[in-house]
């Protein structure tokens, strides 16, 4: 069996822990549920989803300019984009399969599993 790298571990079908670490220190936390999410949005899209931010430890989401309580930092959150979809297609597929949290950007999608429902 090939040698394996930290956190080079399934998680899902599709989604291995090591796409969800921080970028600049391979630290992670997710949350079981959002996974769950991402991995159905998979099923229904049809093709591979790529996780362009997972977790964020405290000083990448600041290096980011990301939100003071951002849902990367608590693992309970995933920027995606989907290679030959639109971000208003995916978009409209988190909200039927129902992400609580979503917010369009050019170029990939955040979504998030907090409580109540936020769109921006
Ligand atoms: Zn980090």
């Not at 600049?24 to 079981?32: D, E, S």
Request: proline letters at 5%; a positive charge; one cysteine or more.
């Amino acid at each position: 069996m090939a040698a394996r790298s930290l956190n080079d571990f399934p998680l899902t079908e599709n989604f291995n822990l090591r796409e969800f670490q921080c970028s600049c220190c391979g630290q992670v936390k997710i949350h079981p549920k959002l996974v769950e999410m991402l991995q159905v949005l998979r099923e229904k899209v049809g093709r591979p989803v790529i996780i362009t931010s997972g977790y964020r430890c405290p000083s990448r989401n600041k290096a980011v300019g990301g939100a003071l309580q951002s849902y990367h930092m608590r693992g309970m959150a995933a920027d995606i984009k989907v290679p030959g979809v639109s971000i208003s297609r995916l978009a409209q597929l988190a909200e039927s399969l129902g992400f609580n949290g979503i917010g369009l950007y050019p170029g990939f999608v955040h979504v998030d599993i907090r409580n109540g429902k936020a769109r921006w």
